[in-house]
């Protein structure tokens, strides 16, 4: 049972390029997140899938999209990275049903730096 | 909209000493209050969670954590602070209706041998 795996786990691009983070949970969750972390700020919501087939924004969208190809995977692309998008990127997943949100689960984290 | 404050970027405190980490929360509902833990060049892991009933909640590795309606708090404490405990620790919020987790910022807990 691995959890929430994210690859790659460091990238340095150019400003300007383009790339896509890959995360993939077999916990059989319905939700999954990506968030950003940069010192002093915590956690950032960029965007979330409620379940398979949707997604929406959240705190700081702007410069990314998402794809849910499945119950098990959600990937994070930057169409034309900025150096205001390094940081480390992490993707969650959690199970929300009549009972509530449940905990999150996090992956080990994507470090990224844009030049 | 939700926000998470703690108020203390950091906490310093001897190994054997009790320890608290303090949150504080504003939603326009009931909360679902959590507490993470992270160690350095990893991604958070959870460490306990208010939902409803007793406001007193016991999680992984000895914490516990007391929600306080009146006061909109949620502090994290342990009784004997260890010095693998030194880590950065957020709390964060939820509402049901809503898919959102906000995190607070983050504080950074050393325990000192």
């Known amino acids: 049972n691995a959890g929430v795996t994210q690859t790659p786990k460091f990238q340095v691009l150019k400003t300007g390029q383009s790339m896509t983070l890959q995360c993939a949970q077999d916990?059989?969750?319905?939700?999954m997140y990506w968030y950003r972390q940069d010192p002093g700020m915590g956690l950032r919501l960029i965007y979330y899938?409620?379940?398979?087939?949707?997604?929406d924004k959240g705190e700081v969208p702007n410069g990314y999209n998402v794809s849910r190809l499945n119950k098990r995977e959600f990937s994070l692309r930057l169409e034309s990275a900025a150096p205001s998008q390094t940081s480390v990127y992490f993707c969650?997943?959690?199970?929300?049903?009549?009972?509530?949100?449940?905990?999150?689960?996090f992956g080990p984290g994507t470090r990224l730096t844009v030049t | 909209a939700q926000s998470v404050a703690q108020p203390e970027d950091q906490v310093n405190v001897a190994e054997g000493n009790p320890l608290t980490v303090k949150c504080t929360y504003s939603?326009?509902?009931?909360?679902?209050l959590f507490w993470y833990v992270q160690y350095p060049n990893r991604g958070l892991q959870f460490l306990l969670k208010y939902i409803t009933g007793d406001n007193l909640v016991k999680g992984s590795y000895g914490f516990e954590a007391e929600f306080n309606k009146s006061q909109t708090s949620f502090h994290l404490k342990k009784p004997s602070a260890l010095v693998s405990d030194s880590a950065l620790y957020f709390c964060?919020?939820?509402?049901?209706?809503?898919?959102?987790?906000?995190f607070g910022p983050g504080t950074r807990l050393s325990v000192l041998p």
């Open positions: 969650a997943s959690s199970q929300v049903s009549a009972g509530g949100p449940y905990e999150q689960y």
């Open positions: 916990m059989n969750h319905n939700s």
């Open positions: 964060a919020v939820s509402l049901y209706y809503g898919q959102n987790f906000v």
């Open positions: 899938s409620a379940s398979e087939g949707t997604t």
């Open positions: 939603v326009s509902g009931n909360p679902y």
